[in-house]
């Protein structure tokens, strides 16, 4: 499986950003996906996640009710729109996919949230 993420750039605080993620490959095999983050100097974090098969969520609180995680499951896409962005979500973000053996990550991209 390979993940391409695209759409990070700087927004000010209280913007939008959408963040996209396009898997290619062995995707029949991905059980869900996800977004995490990492800010300088900070661990890797989880944001948000979504099921294959049935679009189960699951967020971060520091999230919830600002981002909204989705997928089209035709163009093996998955999305994260980010609403009412604050300087705190300033991080790279990284896609992930899970299968029954093993996970995958993007190369990552920078959203810089400024004040």
């Known amino acids: 499986v390979q993940l391409v993420e695209s759409g990070g750039g700087l927004v000010q605080a209280g913007g939008s950003l959408r963040l996209s993620c396009a898997a290619s490959?062995?995707?029949?095999?991905?059980?869900?996906m996800g977004w995490y983050r990492q800010a300088p100097g900070k661990q890797r974090e989880f944001v948000a996640a979504i099921t294959s098969g049935d679009g189960r969520t699951n967020y971060a609180d520091s999230v919830k009710g600002r981002f909204t995680i989705s997928r089209d499951n035709a163009k093996n896409t998955m999305y994260l729109q980010m609403n009412s962005l604050k300087p705190e979500d300033t991080a790279v973000y990284y896609c992930?996919?899970?299968?029954?053996?093993?996970?995958?990550w993007g190369q990552g991209t920078q959203v810089t949230v400024s004040s």
């Open positions: 490959g062995s995707t029949f095999s991905i059980n869900a």
């Open positions: 992930n996919a899970q299968t029954w053996s093993r996970g995958y």
